[in-house]
């Protein structure tokens, strides 16, 4: 069994699970009671906001803890425009989101706002320029993601950042779901006022992520209740999913610094062997995110493939999990080569740092005798 | 001395079954359901069958349970995002003033946004009134929201005549049922409502799941949008994990309820008659007879309920003072304030919520401690 779908989700790591049931089973208290077991909860909860907070050298207060990215996502886009509908009605973000972007924005055109999706070039990326252009006196946040979670690109969030500087009246938002953990990103010093995180991305659990909100900066929330996560979003706290949340977090970023020439290494192998394979095209950039590598085969349904790989025991994925009930041809795809065949046929591999030198060996064999095998039958 | 925990109405400790239910969702199959692949298809299977659990539980169909991160988001999708789909048929809620804060909230965004909110009262006894409901109805209601049973009295609101009085009128009817979940059995044809929220929680499952039961020809507008998720009423990677822990949470609840129930009622009784039996100044705060077994609020007028929690936490039980949503710290209660105009007595007050692992001789020895405690203050 070999799985090489970990931009869908991940496994999580022994030890976030350990750290769940452990929390589950010792704190049972509600963070709000003012009992000890109230306070006991509550103390842990901070402590994991101040373990969260110093691996990414930000403030604690600056971590507000969420059911997961598309929460992160939405709470961001949504709670920064309706903040600050009076200042100004225009949005910009890009044509190749995630949905849990793309359709808060689309919710957000039919409330009075404006929204510039901006084109991306022939890699994925957006460019500085673009962004530039689009500037307005009334645009009042950017949205971006940071690795594409189709074709694994890298945006240039840094240089965007310094170009938002100077606009102080724009804040400026990054989906960073795919990237934490793979490719770096300073939350602070890259003029980042907003960032999404999710736990079951990077082998924490599924329903726990967290949003990064600059100090000084108001939302409107998502959730209205309680005061809890410093009065940005109501509900009763998940504390051991936070809690197993910092621990994913820090063995992740360990493994980044220590493994991610490993991963590369895999990388580079299963595109040059793709690439030698007739009929196909690697979609993905040398200069991407080490952990996707994205091809398609014109021709083939990529459902075929898919299954082909699974009765081998290895497990890929057509287009982004969240889409893949879809058949309609990836919009990322499509918007970065406008080329429908391409955009129809794609696959990806993503990688996670446990992920052996066999493992690619085997897909890489599995790849050479299924795809002719498959489209030789397409073709007769 | 043995710590008591009487505060299972702001949360349960969770039953170690759940726990062990949920470890193989987290260890094997931690596929993402939506992935098309053998990981993606189990993780999809578990889903479906605790949708269908739940669905069994609370007496509705199968695709009318949407699966969220708790029971305020369940309350905050049902409140706002029914009014906000449905505008164009009125401009006019109906709630309580004694909801819950998930509830209460979403209604005051709501009027913040042009909505016109009534705000029912309750009697002495917190319960709203049939003829109230039926009086504040207009031909512009959308929404009618009262919750099945408050957090802090327990006191148990007349749904099924709201919800029978309802059917012959466009508004649809909403019922915050947390604190009845697991205890009550719940079926929302029997009780009239099209939406039932409910948390995991507070039943013995884990933190960070609810859901929201809806009919499935409402149209409901989401908080949460990206993804074919639930749907399309909430978007995001489904948290397998904590939902397999609410199905075994519901199914360990259906075989146990009814002993619950009566375990619950005697030891509400038994604490009930040692505090009147005592030597102390007390009132009971909300309905004798329509009430949960697992609530009990009293004040001990002259004893200001900081000290008596802090007292009583020296002496190992933890009880409440209000909803823990508003403690944290201690603020007066709504819901206390809408039954009473002595705000002494509301200051006073004290809430014991019973749950699993509770027994009589515990309870003996709560009301041992607290009346130790209140005697020496209320001197
Ligand atoms: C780039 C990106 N953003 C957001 C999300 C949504 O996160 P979640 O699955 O935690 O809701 C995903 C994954 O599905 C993603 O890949
Ligand atoms: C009646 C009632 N409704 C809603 C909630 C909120 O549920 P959750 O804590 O899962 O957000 C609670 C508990 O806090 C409650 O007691």
Redesign the pocket.
């Known amino acids: 069994m070999i799985y090489f779908d970990n931009s869908a989700t991940t496994q999580p790591y022994k030890d976030v699970v350990e750290t769940y049931t452990k929390v589950v089973q010792q704190y049972i208290g509600n963070p709000s009671s003012l009992h000890p077991l109230g306070r006991q909860a509550e103390r842990l909860i901070t402590q994991a906001r101040e373990a969260v907070s110093s691996l990414l050298g930000v403030k604690s207060k600056e971590i507000l803890f969420t059911s997961g990215g598309t929460e992160g996502n939405n709470l961001a886009i949504k709670g920064t425009a309706f903040r600050y509908r009076n200042r100004g009605r225009h949005l910009i973000t890009t044509k190749v989101e995630h949905p849990s972007v793309y359709e808060a924005f689309q919710y957000l055109e039919g409330q009075g706002f404006e929204v510039t999706y901006l084109p991306v070039d022939k890699t994925g990326a957006v460019s500085v320029q673009k962004v530039k252009e689009a500037l307005r006196e009334d645009t009042i946040l950017v949205s971006l993601i940071h690795v594409n979670n189709e074709l694994g690109t890298v945006n240039p969030i840094q240089e965007v950042g310094r170009l938002l500087a100077d606009y102080p009246k724009v804040l400026f938002h990054v989906d960073h779901v795919q990237g934490i953990g793979k490719v770096s990103l300073p939350f602070k010093g890259s003029g980042i006022d907003l960032c999404t995180v999710s736990g079951h991305k990077f082998h924490g659990l599924k329903g726990t992520g967290f949003l990064y909100l600059r100090e000084g900066i108001w939302i409107d929330p998502l959730l209205h ?2 005061s809890q996560e410093l009065r940005h979003r ?3 706290e998940n504390i051991a999913g936070a809690v197993s949340l910092a621990k994913a977090l820090r063995l992740t970023l360990e493994n980044q610094q220590n493994k991610t020439e490993k991963i590369k290494q895999l990388q580079g192998m299963i595109v040059n062997a793709v690439r030698e394979i007739h009929g196909t095209h690697v979609n993905s950039m040398e200069d991407g995110a080490p952990h996707i590598i994205h091809f398609s085969v014109p021709g083939l349904k990529p459902e075929v493939l898919v299954q082909a790989l699974a009765e081998e025991g290895i497990y890929v994925s057509t287009k982004s999990a969240c889409s893949s009930k879809q058949s309609e041809p990836s919009r990322v795809l499509q918007e970065t080569f406008r080329d429908e065949e391409l955009a129809k046929s794609g696959i990806r591999v993503s990688l996670s740092y446990d992920n052996t030198e066999e493992e690619a060996n085997t897909l890489i064999t599995t790849l050479n005798r299924v795809i002719p095998e498959l489209l030789e039958v397409v073709n007769i | 001395m043995k710590n008591i925990y009487v505060d299972h ?2 949360t349960t400790p969770v039953h170690p079954e759940v726990i062990e239910a949920m470890i193989p969702y987290m260890n094997e199959v931690y596929g993402n359901p939506s992935s098309i692949h053998t990981f993606g298809r189990k993780a999809r299977r578990g889903l479906d069958e605790a949708r269908e659990v739940l669905a069994r539980a609370l007496g509705c169909q199968y695709e009318e349970i949407t699966f969220t991160s ?4 369940a ?1 905050n999708l049902a409140v706002i995002g029914y009014a906000m789909a449905n505008r164009e048929n009125g401009n006019h809620l109906i709630t309580t003033q004694v909801e ?1 804060h ?2 209460l909230h979403a209604f005051e965004f709501l009027e913040k946004n042009g909505f016109d909110v009534t705000y029912l009262p309750v009697n002495a006894d917190g319960i709203v009134s049939v003829k109230d409901v039926e009086n504040a109805l207009t031909e512009n209601t959308i929404l009618v929201s009262i ?1 099945y ?3 802090e009295t327990g006191a148990v609101q007349p749904i099924q005549e709201i919800g029978a009085f309802l059917s012959e009128h466009q508004a649809v009817f909403h019922s ?1 049922a ?2 009845a979940f697991g205890i009550e059995r719940l079926d929302m044809n029997e009780l009239n409502v099209d939406m039932l ?1 409910v ?4 039943i013995n499952g884990p ?1 960070g799941v ?1 859901v929201l039961a809806a009919k499935k020809e409402l149209t409901i507008q989401p908080n949460l949008y990206g993804g074919e998720q639930e749907r399309k009423r909430r978007a995001g990677t489904e948290n397998i994990p904590g939902i397999i822990g609410l199905k075994k949470a519901v199914e360990l609840m259906e075989t146990t309820r009814n002993e619950k129930r009566a375990l619950y009622k005697s030891l509400r009784e038994t604490l009930l008659s040692r505090l009147q039996e005592a030597d102390v100044n007390m009132l009971v705060n909300g309905s004798h007879e329509q009430v949960m077994p697992h609530i009990l609020n009293v004040s001990f007028p002259g004893v200001n309920v900081e000290s008596l929690l802090t007292n009583l936490d020296l002496d190992g039980v933890a009880a409440s003072s209000g ?3 508003t403690a944290g710290s201690i603020e007066p209660s709504h819901v206390l304030a809408a039954m009473f105009e002595d705000s002494n007595r509301s200051q006073s007050a004290l809430r014991f919520s019973f749950g699993y692992g509770n027994d009589l001789e515990q309870i003996e020895e709560v009301a041992k401690r607290t009346i130790k405690i209140v005697q020496r203050l209320q001197t």
């Open positions: 209740g309680g109501a509900g009763t | 109405a702001a708790g029971g305020t988001e309350d819950h998930g509830v919750m049973a408050n957090n915050d947390v604190q929220t948390s995991s929680h507070k933190k609810g909803s823990a949503c």
